[in-house]
């Protein structure tokens, strides 16, 4: 089955001249892309006329909590820094239920979809015991949404009573962590090439979990060869915590944990010195940017051209939607480059950048190379915008107007070939269902 995408309003390519006349599409991989004018080079058995949708490549997040839908915008937690936001919310996440897992997951995937997202990174690390087997859940729930996924299995082994952050009741062994891990990882884990699932090993943050566990995590996740990821240089408290805990800045930390290396991506990535940033980026350590939850939580501005330059990859992330407080993934290339326009200048910063980040560079934070570009031989995997509401009135450039005019919703969404979203709804989920059901399990939790 091969389809034509035809003559798009525009399309981000590297070279748009490349792509002009659309591009076609053969199962789940794009096989051709069509100069203006010209036409596919065997015939195809449908034509979709994309001239009023501007054509992106699939975004990726590569930071989230999907369970955190249930806890946005928690009174308990509004206007604080991280340390008293977690402390706030640690007690109502011990709560957590397998059902509870499974439709947050659901819901945070069809937000992600509707708002361009065809693949996500989650980090889960509340397994409570009444949601011990909290990864199996969201793999079922994920797999019903359609979106591509990387499920990192997260930990917490530090309590409070041992100088942790996260109380007992949120905690687990290492060797019940370790033995986990090692089983989600044979059970799921898909490495072949247009994989839809996808495990990575993910320890919490350093005032969460021992050193210990960080070595061994490590050291599976390579015998396994599945990708480590972790929070670090979020807030200043994180650095206090780490020089007094371990008498060494997050960095070093990461250094004598075994973690320098190009298998490793980091959430936050915020208070590096000049030094550090060099280190990481010599290592290829790469740093996902979560500007919104950076903003609520008053926590700073991650570096990433100086990252970048250094040599890490960057990409996106929405962040767990209680720091959010959503999971809207278009929201979030606008916000990146704002911020980063606030820190570097906008003649440094251009759309382009932004879109780079939530593509190749959210790709490499998850090491995948079968996705994040339209190009040939790539997954086809789609956002398509159209900028017929009231804000995209008037605009002249069309992939500057997304992000400038702020677009929050996709038109169509494509995951391996596959229509997930179109006319701007979902094509195989009861949206108004699944947030009746969603909204009912948030106040089991916090009520
Ligand atoms: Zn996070």
């Avoid at 990174?121 to 949404?145: C, G, K, M």
Wanted: net charge negative; proline share 4%; hydrophobic share 40%.
């Amino acid at each position: 089955m091969k389809t034509w995408l035809k003559n798009p309003l525009a399309i981000l390519v590297d070279d748009q001249n490349d792509a002009r006349g659309g591009i076609v599409i053969e199962n789940d991989k794009i096989i051709e892309l069509i100069a203006l004018g010209a036409e596919p080079s065997s015939p195809v058995d449908s034509i979709i006329d994309a001239s009023e949708q501007v054509i992106l490549p699939g975004l990726i997040n590569t930071h989230h909590h999907f369970y955190q839908t249930l806890t946005r915008a928690h009174p308990d937690a509004i206007n604080k820094e991280l340390f008293a936001w977690l402390k706030s919310l640690y007690p109502v996440w011990a709560g957590l239920t397998e059902e509870m897992i499974h439709v947050s997951t659901r819901l945070a995937g069809v937000e992600l979809l509707m708002s361009g997202c065809t693949t996500a990174a989650d980090h889960h690390y509340i397994f409570p015991e009444t949601a011990r087997e909290a990864l199996d859940i969201q793999v079922d729930a994920i797999n019903s949404v359609g979106i591509r996924a990387t499920l990192t299995r997260g930990s917490m082994s530090l309590g409070e009573d041992e100088g942790g952050l996260p109380p007992r009741n949120t905690i687990q062994t290492e060797d019940a962590i370790l033995t986990d891990c090692e089983r989600v990882i044979d059970q799921y884990h898909d490495a072949s090439e247009g994989s839809m699932l996808q495990v990575a090993l993910a320890p919490c943050s350093p005032f969460s979990v021992s050193e210990n566990l960080m070595k061994d995590s490590a050291v599976l996740a390579r015998q396994k060869n599945v990708r480590l990821h972790t929070h670090l240089a979020e807030t200043h408290d994180e650095n206090e915590f780490c020089l007094k805990i371990f008498g060494v800045r997050p960095v070093d930390y990461l250094e004598r944990v075994g973690w320098m290396s190009d298998d490793v991506w980091l959430a936050h990535g915020i208070h590096f010195t000049d030094n550090e940033i060099v280190r990481l980026g010599k290592a290829g350590v790469a740093v996902t940017h979560c500007p919104s939850s950076n903003m609520i939580l008053g926590s700073g501005q991650c570096p990433i051209l100086d990252l970048e330059k250094a040599g890490s990859p960057v990409g996106l992330g929405v962040d767990g939607s209680a720091s959010n407080d959503c999971s809207n993934l278009i929201q979030e290339v606008r916000q990146a480059l704002m911020l980063q326009r606030l820190r570097y200048g906008s003649a440094a910063i251009t759309h382009f950048d932004a879109y780079r980040w939530v593509t190749k560079g959210s790709a490499q934070c998850i090491g995948r190379d079968d996705i994040g570009e339209i190009a040939v031989g790539k997954q086809a995997d789609l956002a398509l915008f159209k900028l017929d509401e009231a804000r995209f009135s008037g605009a002249g450039d069309p992939l500057a107007a997304l992000l400038l005019c702020g677009a929050s919703k996709a038109d169509a969404v494509m995951v391996a070939g596959e229509w997930k979203v179109k006319d701007g709804e979902l094509v195989d989920t009861d949206l108004n269902g699944l947030i009746a059901e969603h909204t009912a399990a948030a106040r089991a939790l916090t009520h």
